[in-house]
């Protein structure tokens, strides 16, 4: 099991934007121009914050069919694919089938106060799609961890298709998981495919082909680590949102784990869904977490709040 010490002082957050109870923020995407889309689980919606102007804060689009969004990807500059489908936070329960993905094309946002939304395509073969990463910023290829079968799928922006390139026992449930979130957050870096398994605990990686395939044996970095999505810094430490913990844990890039921000008993990152670094010259060291308030667990068994947008100066953080 992964020893995680602890921070002292922990990075303190701030709130950026929260929203009413019930809100589940499921992931995020951050412009260039430093604003924030982060999808929405408890509502079909992909929200624009402004972390430096807050009337610019507004819903980009509600789609329809589908009852929530969850991963997003920017492919080429404002150009962000994003996935929805039907579940019920409530009880847990996944509609397999149900997902489909979506361009949302933000090239004139700022001057039109509108996107492009185009759907690409019915994601009929995932069960349950979660994190995303670019594969091919040329070729248009992006990958989805699928949590409920326990797979990573490559998908082809300009073929339309999609297929399953990674399987292994690393990226399942096990037997009767305390909940049956697998695979979850995934990112690629130094030609090595990372992924937090939340059910397993487990921080793996492995070497990958250009093609999305295996290149090699899979590693087990962590045992115990109950991670939800995650980003790297610029320095190859993986800042890791851990959701029931109500906590970022840091995998440093040279080894051993340490919680740098959130506690257990605490509101302030309450159930921690994922993070993504501005990337504004010179705030590249902000680290805008987002949250679901809690919902899944309860801060000391009985507190939620509304999901928010936080941000953390991580420069206070030295390895």
């Not at 297929?163 to 690629?188: H, L, R, S, T, W």
């Not at 680590?225 to 430490?237: T, V």
């Not at 440093?252 to 921000?261: E, R, Y």
């Not at 506690?263 to 993504?276: M, S």
Request: one cysteine or more; aromatic letters at 8%.
């Amino acid at each position: 099991m992964a020893e995680i010490s602890v921070l002292d002082p922990l990075l303190p957050s701030q709130v950026v934007h929260q929203l009413p109870l019930p809100s589940w923020i499921e992931n995020l995407a951050v412009r260039s121009n430093g604003q924030v889309l982060a999808t929405i689980s408890t509502a079909p919606e992909v929200l624009l914050v402004d972390p430096t102007d807050h009337s610019k804060t507004a819903i980009v689009h509600r789609f329809s069919d589908v009852s929530g969004m969850a991963g997003i990807i920017e492919t080429t500059p404002d150009k962000f694919y994003v996935a929805g489908g039907n579940f019920d936070l409530s009880n847990m329960a996944n509609q397999t089938g149900s997902y489909k993905l979506w361009e949302v094309d933000m090239t004139n946002f700022d001057n039109e106060g509108k996107a492009v939304v185009t759907m690409v395509m019915e994601l009929d073969k995932i069960g349950f799609p979660n994190g995303m990463e670019l594969l091919s910023r040329s070729e248009q290829l992006i990958l989805a961890a699928d949590c409920e079968a326990g797979a990573v799928f490559k998908i082809d922006l300009v073929k339309k298709t999609h297929e399953a390139v990674i399987q292994v026992d690393e990226m399942k449930n096990p037997e009767n998981p305390f909940i049956p979130i697998a695979i979850n957050g995934i990112a690629i870096y130094q030609d090595y495919l990372y992924w937090t398994n939340t059910s397993k605990a487990l921080f793996c990686r492995v070497k990958i082909h250009e093609d999305g395939k295996a290149a090699g044996e899979v590693e087990i970095l962590y045992q115990g680590l109950i991670g939800d999505d995650f980003c790297f810094d610029r320095n190859g430490n993986a800042w890791i949102t851990q959701n029931p913990l109500n906590t970022v844990t840091v995998a440093k890039a040279s080894t051993g784990l340490v919680t740098v921000a959130g506690k257990i008993d605490r509101l302030e990152i309450a159930g921690a869904t994922a993070c993504q670094f501005d990337r504004r010259s010179g705030n590249e060291h902000m680290l805008y977490v987002v949250t679901s308030g809690g919902l899944a667990g309860p801060v000391n068994g009985k507190d939620v709040e509304g999901g928010k947008i936080s941000v953390i100066d991580t420069s206070l953080f030295k390895v």
